[in-house]
Each structure stands twice: as structure tokens, then as C-alpha cells.
């Protein structure tokens, strides 16, 4: 086989304008930057000066909480270590007791023909216990103050930082809103 002279020939002159479209797209670029590199820098505008603002006082501190149910606000009161709040550590704990909060599941409401109110609590092992007003669940001696649809609400008695401790309300709400 061999190759003949005129398409070899066309060959070589597309390389050469292919290569030589290249060099001129460096030398463009080069000279770009040439150019820019050359101009006179210009001076970085100082930050803007800080404002001062005034303090913001607080007074509604002495007011209800608009984050507790009111369900839980008579029951929080001002309660501390001098107040007398301890946990009973002579009562025998309830069967939930063993568990964090957060390890069990609020799973629903019954109401008995009495009119009682009990919650259904789901463990961590998947078995459902049931629950009333005034029994205890949680870690912290949480006493259960009310049973909802959606939530229970209990006290929950933890230490403070002042070597006491205080009464802390806390919910168990249903994943199912």
C-alpha cells in the first residue's frame, strides 16, 4: 500500500493549522494575562464600621412560659432544693422507671367505663404497658400530671446545679400527630 503524495500533503497542512489555531489561543491567553497582570492594583475598601446596639431587656421572665402547656404551669411554680423537692428514694419504682423517655413511645389513649384515663406505652422490647395519672415513668421520677390524645405531660424531679433539684416538666408526645 502506499500512500499518495497529495493526500499526505492535505494531511500535513490540517495538522498544521490544527497546531497552529492552538499557539494562537495560548499566545491570546497569555498576552490576556499579560495585560492584566501589568494594571495598576486597586486599593481594598476598609469593612464597614460595627454599629452598636443597645441591650435588650427581658421582662417578661415572671410571666407564664409560652412553651408549657397550661396544663403544667401551676404545677411548676418556683420549686427548688431549698422549696424541699427531693426524689422519694424510699418508693418502690414502677416497671417503666427502667427506661429513658426517649426510649419509649406514647401509642395511644384509653378511657375505662369509670372515666379513667390510661396511656398506652410502647418499651424498647415492643410490648405496651399501661399507664395512669400519678404513676411514675422515666429515669428522673417522672409523676404523670396528665394523659392527652396526642401527648402525656409529666414532673420530672433532676438535679440542679446547686447540688438540689428542681421539678422539670417534660412530655411524652405520639409520633402520630
Do not use: C, W
Given at each position: 500500500m502506499s500512500i499518495k503524495p497529495r493526500s499526505m500533503l492535505v494531511t500535513l497542512t490540517v495538522i498544521g493549522l490544527g497546531l497552529s489555531g492552538c499557539s494562537d489561543r495560548i499566545g491570546l491567553a497569555s498576552q490576556a494575562m499579560d495585560t492584566i497582570r501589568n494594571q495598576a492594583t486597586k486599593p481594598i475598601e476598609p469593612p464597614p464600621q460595627a454599629q452598636l446596639i443597645k441591650d435588650f431587656v427581658y421582662s417578661a421572665n415572671l410571666l407564664r412560659s409560652p412553651f408549657l402547656p397550661p396544663s403544667l404551669v401551676n404545677l411548676q411554680g418556683a420549686t427548688t432544693a431549698i422549696d424541699g423537692v427531693r426524689p422519694d428514694i424510699n418508693r418502690v419504682k414502677q416497671p417503666l422507671e427502667q427506661y429513658g423517655l426517649a426510649?419509649?413511645?406514647?401509642?395511644?389513649?384509653?378511657?375505662?367505663?369509670?372515666g379513667q384515663?390510661?396511656?398506652?406505652?410502647?418499651?424498647?422490647?415492643?410490648?405496651i404497658a399501661s399507664v395512669k395519672v400519678g404513676d411514675y415513668i422515666?429515669?428522673?421520677?417522672?409523676?404523670?400530671?396528665?394523659?392527652?390524645?396526642?401527648?402525656?405531660?409529666?414532673?420530672?424531679?433532676?438535679?440542679?446545679?446547686?447540688a438540689g433539684f428542681v421539678e422539670k416538666p417534660q412530655s411524652l408526645v405520639s409520633p402520630i400527630s
Open positions: 426510649q419509649m413511645t406514647f401509642r395511644g389513649m384509653l378511657t375505662s367505663s369509670k384515663q390510661y396511656a398506652l406505652i410502647q418499651r424498647p422490647d415492643g410490648s422515666g429515669l428522673n421520677n417522672g409523676r404523670i400530671v396528665e394523659i392527652t390524645a396526642t401527648q402525656i405531660n409529666l414532673i420530672e424531679i433532676v438535679p440542679d446545679s446547686r
